[in-house]
C-alpha cells in the first residue's frame, strides 16, 4: 500500500507540473510520415549512408538483427574504430536513427569515422525469431530475461562484429537495459572484458531501488501476486493492457492531460519523459518504431532489482533457487569481475537509474574510469536517444572521450 501512494503522490505532483508545457507539445497524434513506415535498412540509406543488415544465431538458436553503417557520407581512408550500440528496453536499433542525420547517435559516429554496429536482442520485433520455437504460440520462446540477452546476445553479436571486422576489441555504448545486459556479460563471461575497449553506460541501470517510474512501481508493487500482474502486462510477451496503463493512470495519461498520446506508449509512461528536450515532431515516426517489443520476464527481473535493492540472477523463489543455483536466493552478479573501462553518464532527472544507485554502482565496478552527470536538469531516460540536445550535452563528450 505504501508503494501505491508513493506512485500516486509522483504521479500527481508530475500532472500538476506538465500543463505548463503546452506550447512544447504542440503536435498532430497520427502522422503519415514515412519514416515511421519504413525498415531500420531503409531509412538510413534514405539519408544516404550506406547501410548492411545481418542476421546471426546464438547458442540457443535465437535468430537476431544486426546493422551496420560502415562509414559516413564520406568514407575516410584510415584505419577505423569499431562502435557497437545496445538498445534499452522495448526498444530496438531503430532508437540511434530516428533522430535523424546529424543528432541519432549511429549518424554522429559515423559521421566521425567511426565504423558503427547496432544489435538487437531477442523478442523485440527485429529478432522475433528462432530456429525452432514461434514466438506466437510457444511459451518456451518467452522465457528469457535481460540475463540471457547478456549472457548469450550480446556476446554472440560482439564476437560476429569482430570476426567481420577482423577487430579484436571494440568500443561499446549501451542504453538502460543495454548497460544492465553489458555488466550481466563482463561479469559472468569475464573473458569479454578484454573485447572491449571502453564501456559507455547511457543511463546506467543495475541497482534499483531509488528508481521513481510510477508504472514500474505498480510491476514491483504486483511482482508477488504473480497472476495478477500476468494478467496486467502478458503471461508472456509484454502487452500491457488497457487497465495496467491505467494504473499509472489518470495520472498521467487522463482524457484532459496533455501527454495522452506519450502514456498510450508503454515506454513513455514507463521511463518518462522531459518537456524542455522532447522533439514533438519525431513522436509520430516513434510510435512506428517503439515500443518494439520484450518479454514479460525481463519486467519481473527489474521489478524483483526494485524490491531487492540487490542486482543478482532472477528469483525463481526458494524452491526454484535451489534447484537451479543450490541455493535459497539468486546470486549475485560480481561487479567486481568487470575490469573493461567503464564510464557512466546519468541525469537528475531520469525516472529508471536514480542518481544513488548509480553512485552505488559506479563504487561497485571493477574499473570505473568516470562518472558524468548530464548538466540539464530536466534531462530524462529517454532523452539519452531521443533529446533535442542529446548530441550537445551526452555525444559529444562521448566521442572526446573515445578519442582520448
Known amino acids: 500500500m505504501l508503494t501505491f501512494l508513493v506512485v500516486c503522490f509522483v504521479g500527481s505532483v508530475l500532472s500538476a507540473r506538465i500543463p505548463s508545457q503546452r506550447n512544447k507539445l504542440d503536435f498532430q497524434p497520427y502522422s503519415d510520415s514515412e519514416d515511421a513506415k519504413l525498415t531500420v535498412l531503409q531509412i538510413i540509406t534514405k539519408y544516404g549512408y550506406p547501410c548492411e543488415e545481418y542476421q546471426v544465431k546464438t547458442p540457443d538458436n535465437y535468430i537476431l538483427t544486426i546493422h551496420r553503417i560502415p562509414n559516413g557520407k564520406k568514407p575516410t581512408q584510415t584505419t577505423k574504430e569499431v562502435v557497437y550500440l545496445q538498445h534499452g528496453l522495448l526498444s530496438s536499433s531503430a532508437d540511434w536513427i530516428i533522430s535523424g542525420p546529424g543528432k541519432g547517435l549511429a549518424y554522429v559516429l559515423a559521421d566521425e569515422g567511426y565504423d558503427v554496429w547496432m544489435g538487437n536482442v531477442r523478442g523485440n520485433k527485429l529478432s522475433r525469431n528462432h530456429t525452432y520455437l514461434n514466438p506466437d504460440t510457444s511459451?518456451?520462446?518467452?522465457?528469457?530475461?535481460?540475463?540471457?540477452?547478456?549472457?548469450?546476445?550480446?556476446?554472440?553479436?560482439?564476437?560476429?562484429?569482430?570476426?567481420?571486422?577482423?577487430?579484436?576489441?571494440?568500443?561499446?555504448?549501451?542504453?538502460?537495459?543495454?548497460?544492465?545486459?553489458?555488466?550481466?556479460?563482463?561479469?559472468?563471461?569475464?573473458?569479454?572484458?578484454?573485447?572491449i575497449k571502453a564501456h559507455f553506460s547511457l543511463a546506467p541501470i543495475a541497482f534499483m531501488n531509488?528508481?521513481?517510474?510510477?508504472?514500474?512501481?505498480?510491476?514491483?508493487?504486483?511482482?508477488?501476486?504473480?497472476?495478477?500482474?500476468?494478467?496486467?502486462?502478458?503471461?508472456?510477451?509484454f502487452l500491457p493492457s488497457n487497465e495496467f496503463m491505467a494504473m499509472g493512470g489518470n495520472i498521467l495519461c487522463g482524457d484532459d492531460s496533455l501527454t495522452q498520446i506519450l502514456c498510450t506508449n508503454s515506454l513513455f509512461a514507463i521511463c518518462g519523459f522531459s518537456p524542455n528536450e522532447m522533439n514533438a515532431t519525431l513522436l509520430p515516426i516513434m510510435s512506428g518504431h517503439?515500443?518494439?517489443?520484450?518479454?514479460?520476464?525481463?519486467?519481473?527481473?527489474?521489478?524483483?532489482?526494485?524490491?531487492?535493492?540487490?542486482?543478482?540472477?532472477?528469483?525463481?523463489?526458494?524452491?526454484?533457487?535451489?534447484?537451479?543455483?543450490?541455493?535459497?536466493?539468486?546470486?549475485?552478479y560480481d561487479l567486481s569481475k568487470v575490469t573493461a573501462p567503464v564510464y557512466l553518464i546519468y541525469s537528475n532527472n531520469d525516472w529508471l537509474a536514480g542518481k544513488i544507485d548509480v553512485e552505488r554502482l559506479y563504487k561497485s565496478l571493477g574499473n570505473s574510469k568516470g562518472r558524468f552527470l548530464v548538466s540539464e536538469k530536466s534531462f530524462n531516460h529517454l532523452d539519452y536517444v531521443f533529446g533535442i540536445r542529446a548530441r550537445e550535452l551526452v555525444y559529444n563528450k562521448l566521442v572526446s572521450l573515445m578519442k582520448h
Open 139 to 195: 511459451d518456451e520462446f518467452w522465457d528469457f530475461s535481460w540475463h540471457e540477452i547478456g549472457y548469450y546476445d550480446v556476446p554472440t553479436m560482439v564476437d560476429f562484429v569482430l570476426e567481420r571486422t577482423n577487430k579484436e576489441s571494440l568500443f561499446h555504448i549501451g542504453h538502460s537495459q543495454g548497460t544492465t545486459t553489458f555488466y550481466v556479460m563482463t561479469s559472468l563471461r569475464p573473458d569479454y572484458n578484454s573485447k
Open 290 to 332: 517503439t515500443p518494439a517489443g520484450s518479454s514479460t520476464k525481463q519486467f519481473l527481473h527489474y521489478a524483483q532489482e526494485i524490491n531487492s535493492g540487490k542486482f543478482r540472477r532472477y528469483d525463481y523463489g526458494i524452491v526454484g533457487n535451489l534447484q537451479k543455483y543450490g541455493s535459497m536466493w539468486p546470486p549475485n
Open 210 to 237: 531509488h528508481m521513481t517510474s510510477p508504472l514500474m512501481h505498480v510491476v514491483a508493487f504486483w511482482q508477488k501476486p504473480l497472476s495478477v500482474l500476468l494478467n496486467l502486462i502478458g503471461v508472456r510477451e
